[in-house]
């Protein structure tokens, strides 16, 4: 079964609501304009339920198929960052959580000592002495950024 090409571009950018049929406000079962399928669409519409028509938040969360904690973070996010807070966050980590600047730093020691060594072996060199494992591609990244710093 095909989905239509709304649905497609709203799961492409993130933003298809996985529980469309969780939201019973009157608006999204009576007008064609306000789609349940997008989730920032929801999320704006409920936000200006409570904030614009002073409704309680428990209960139009509720309606729009969330929970009030759910309400209240995306409260949140907007008045920090406006219509962009409603939006998808990133998903994961933000940066190299397992490199700290302890295992860079015995990167660079490592690499100074021995400049032949291939990364390959900079990763078994850095699970023998701290028990982790590293994606090559993560020591890669972490010693081009040392060197842009200088």
């Known amino acids: 079964m095909r989905s239509d090409p709304k649905s497609e571009a709203l799961r492409k950018h993130a933003t298809l609501n996985p529980h469309p049929e969780q939201v019973t406000d009157g608006l999204f079962r009576s007008q064609p304009f306000f789609d349940p399928r997008d989730l920032v669409q929801v999320k704006y519409e409920m936000l200006r339920r409570v904030l614009v028509d002073h409704q309680p938040a428990g209960a139009t969360a509720a309606a729009f198929g969330f929970s009030r904690e759910t309400l209240y973070q995306w409260r949140k996010r907007f008045a920090a960052e406006g219509l962009a807070g409603l939006l998808p966050q990133p ?25 032949g060594l291939r990364v390959a072996e900079l990763q078994q060199r850095i699970a023998q002495r701290f028990g982790l494992t590293v994606h090559p591609r993560s020591i890669e990244r972490a010693l081009t950024r040392q060197r842009k710093k200088g």
């Open 91 to 115: 998903k994961g980590p933000r940066r190299a959580h397992k490199l700290s600047d302890e295992v860079v730093a015995f990167l660079l020691d490592t690499q100074k000592a021995e400049p």
